[in-house]
């Protein structure tokens, strides 16, 4: 060490030329890497989700929650597993080792509970994601909120907003929006009360019946001595189209009555209070968010730009920036400069 500082005195040039290398290796640090607001902490869970309509909190226990629960036995780098059986869901938490890569637990779990044998009848296709934030509760990816308003026509919201997150995930930059501000799309079913008194029906049977006709059912399988033939009833829809035609009950005679002889089906939103203004017009709100290796900066100059192009494009529809992380962190970085 004392040579080497002899050396530098000696020769005070490269002790210069190595400060300034180091000032240019900084500055190009700061413009090239990566940028974000929060702490940056690597996801370690992976979230699983069964659906079993009409069940009972222990029917999921018994029948969901316990076979996923041990078919998750022996998958490594597993630190907590923990679970929530409730009416008609059940929800499991993988929670992982620090350090490890979610994507590869992931896909563990994911074969795990692909091997599970049977589900009970009624029971949906489990659906198994992974953590995309941690930390700062849930707003370490966030990148910055953002509406559009116009029309008073939920509808027309709906399909602006589609399109818009469509055309932005098919930006280089942006890969996580959340759309926020008009209520889940349901399959409505209006009955009509003069059907349902001249059939003699009541709504548990109607509902009981629809229930068990629009779903899919596991029909066991077929085995020979060169292959398995997996047999399977596919009869679940969303279209009403498809759903007013399910028969209700039969008549004597042999004429059927089907669920648009008695009720009108339709798309319809949930009634569940959900509005949102901007400016005193009908909005939709998107929240865009980042994976770790994305960039705070460049996801916030896209949606600039995007939005400048769809306000000058759009007569209808209007779209603005409410918040924008990389606004604080540009003034936080312009503060240190002149101190630098």
Excluded: C, H
């Amino acid at each position: 060490m004392k040579k080497l500082i002899a050396y530098f005195i000696k020769f005070p040039i490269w002790a210069n030329a190595l400060i300034v290398i180091t000032g240019i290796v900084g500055l190009l640090s700061l413009f090239l890497m990566p940028k974000s607001f929060f702490p940056e902490m690597n996801p370690n869970r992976v979230y699983i989700a069964v659906s079993y309509p009409g069940a009972s909190p222990k029917e999921i226990e018994e029948g969901i929650t316990t076979r996923v629960e041990e078919s998750l036995n022996g998958i490594q780098n597993v630190k907590e597993i923990t679970s929530k059986s409730s009416e008609n869901v059940s929800n499991i938490t993988v929670t992982g080792e620090e350090g490890i890569y979610v994507d590869e637990m992931l896909q563990d779990v994911k074969n795990a509970v692909d091997g599970i044998s049977q589900f009970p009848a009624g029971a949906e296709k489990p659906i198994v994601y992974a953590q995309t934030s941690r930390g700062m509760g849930g707003m370490s990816n966030v990148v910055g909120f953002y509406s559009l308003y116009g029309p008073d026509n939920l509808w027309e919201l709906k399909k602006m907003a589609e399109k818009i997150e469509r055309e932005l995930l098919a930006s280089k930059e942006i890969s996580q929006i959340e759309v926020l501000g008009y209520p889940p799309v349901i399959i409505a079913v209006d009955i009509r009360e003069n059907d349902l008194l001249k059939y003699g029906l009541n709504f548990n049977f109607i509902s009981n019946v629809i229930r068990m006709s629009n779903i899919d059912l596991s029909g066991g399988s077929v085995k020979t001595n060169e292959e398995e033939i997996i047999i399977r009833s596919m009869n679940r829809s969303t279209d009403p189209e498809i759903v007013k035609e399910i028969v209700i009950f039969a008549k004597p005679n042999g004429d059927v009555i089907k669920l648009k002889d008695i009720a009108d089906v339709k798309l319809d939103f949930s009634e569940v209070p959900m509005k949102n203004y901007v400016n005193g017009k009908r909005g939709v709100s998107f929240i865009v968010k980042k994976t770790v290796d994305e960039d705070l900066d460049k996801i916030a100059d896209e949606m600039t730009s995007y939005i400048s192009k769809f306000n000058k494009k759009e007569e209808k529809f209007k779209m603005r920036s409410l918040f924008q992380f990389a606004d604080l962190l540009d003034q936080s970085v312009s503060i240190l400069f002149p101190i630098i």
